[in-house]
């Protein structure tokens, strides 16, 4: 069973569309986050939350709008997309007060065209 | 705020050669340590971590690390390499308080691995 799933692992779609990418977590955790890995490959988080609530929001345009219908689930929905949003977006989890470790997922290649 | 350097962001190295890659950090408090490999178009998998206790941890795939705190580093070490190995490598920090928190970890800029045969 993978502990990090997300879905769609590619995606490619035209300036100005809206889309969104989904992850799912079945290790329990309370903690949930998003970071993009640019063509760099630096990874700076976005956002996180703990138990559906909104923890930390980095600079990041409005554009980006994190939601968390539990605590096994995160979505990232991108509006108006621009051709910077291009990146691979990463899911991932943890379990406060044990350890610290992040688990992440496989990862979502976001090409806009 | 805490944050991670990793000088070299190229390391080649000859397939069975010893390799060390380099990390430092920065914080005004105590931290935990982290370092993920990551495999080509694949996610970050956690290959050791430091907490508190012995200095040098031992980790997967036969990597290790020691914690120096006088130095600020958390340098990872692999006596033998394989072909296998080529990744990229991050070293992570989050801040050591406890219960962990939900501030996630601030990675470096990660090194490329380059195994030669």
């Known amino acids: 069973d993978t502990a990090v799933s997300q879905t769609p692992k590619y995606l490619v779609t035209q300036m100005g569309n809206d889309k969104s990418i989904k992850c799912e977590q079945n290790l329990g955790h309370d903690t949930m986050y998003w970071y993009k890995q640019d063509s760099k490959k630096f990874l700076k988080i976005m956002f996180s939350y703990n138990n559906k609530e909104l923890i930390i929001n980095e600079t990041v345009p409005n554009r980006f709008s994190p939601k968390s219908p539990d605590k096994a689930h995160l979505n990232l929905h991108i509006n108006s997309l621009e051709l910077g949003d291009s990146a691979v977006y990463f899911c991932?989890?943890?379990?406060?007060?044990?350890?610290?470790?992040?688990?992440f997922g496989e990862g979502s290649r976001l090409t806009v065209l | 705020a805490q944050s991670v350097t990793q000088l070299d962001s190229q390391v080649p190295v000859f397939e069975e050669a010893p390799v060390e890659l380099r990390c430092n950090y920065s914080s005004s408090v105590s931290v935990y340590l982290f370092w993920y490999v990551q495999y080509p178009n694949q996610g970050l998998q956690l290959l050791l971590k430091?907490?508190?206790?012995?200095?040098l941890v031992k980790g997967i795939n036969g990597f290790e690390a020691e914690f120096n705190k006088s130095q600020t580093s958390f340098h990872l070490r692999k006596p033998s390499v394989h072909i296998s190995d080529t990744a990229e490598y991050f070293c992570a920090v989050r801040l050591g308080y406890s219960g962990g928190g939900a501030d996630g970890l601030t990675f470096g800029k990660g090194t490329h691995l380059i195994i030669q045969p």
């Open positions: 991932a989890s943890s379990q406060q007060g044990v350890g610290g470790e992040l688990f």
């Open positions: 430091y907490l508190s206790g012995s200095t």
